[in-house]
C-alpha cells in the first residue's frame, strides 16, 4: 500500500512537470539522429548526430530555463528525468 501512495506521488510529479513547463526539454530519436525538443513546439529546437551532444544541450536549456530534461531512450520512453529548477518532489530530511 505504502508503495502504491509513493508510485502514484511520483506519477502526479511527472504530470505537474509537464503541466506547468512549457520549457521543458526532451531529448528524443529523430531522423537525423537526436534531437531536443519544447513540448508543443513544431520543430525541433537543435539536431545532433549523437544522444549525449543532445543531452548536453537539452542540460544546458533546461538549466537556462530552471526546468525539466527528460531524456528518451531509443524506443521513446522516458529512461532518465533531471530537475534544474524547483523540485516537484525533493528528498525528506
Not at 508510485?7 to 512537470?17: I, L
Not at 531512450?73 to 530530511?93: A, L, T
Given at each position: 500500500?505504502?508503495?502504491?501512495?509513493?508510485?502514484?506521488?511520483?506519477?502526479?510529479?511527472?504530470?505537474?512537470?509537464?503541466?506547468?513547463?512549457?520549457?521543458?526539454?526532451?531529448?528524443?530519436?529523430?531522423?537525423?539522429?537526436?534531437?531536443?525538443?519544447?513540448?508543443?513546439?513544431?520543430?525541433?529546437?537543435?539536431?545532433?548526430s549523437?544522444?549525449?551532444e543532445?543531452?548536453?544541450?537539452?542540460?544546458?536549456?533546461?538549466?537556462?530555463?530552471?526546468?525539466?530534461?527528460?531524456?528518451h531512450?531509443?524506443?521513446?520512453?522516458?529512461?532518465?528525468?533531471?530537475?534544474?529548477?524547483?523540485?516537484?518532489?525533493?528528498?525528506?530530511?
Open positions: 500500500m505504502i508503495a502504491s501512495a509513493k508510485r502514484n506521488e511520483q506519477v502526479n510529479s511527472y504530470a505537474s512537470a509537464h503541466k506547468r513547463g512549457s520549457k521543458n526539454q526532451h531529448v528524443v530519436r529523430h531522423a537525423d539522429g537526436w534531437a531536443v525538443k519544447t513540448p508543443g513546439a513544431k520543430r525541433a529546437t537543435q539536431t545532433f549523437t544522444q549525449k543532445a543531452e548536453a544541450r537539452g542540460k544546458t536549456l533546461a538549466k537556462k530555463n530552471k526546468s525539466e530534461l527528460f531524456i531512450g531509443k524506443d521513446g520512453r522516458i529512461r532518465e528525468r533531471n530537475s534544474y529548477g524547483p523540485d516537484p518532489f525533493p528528498p525528506k530530511g
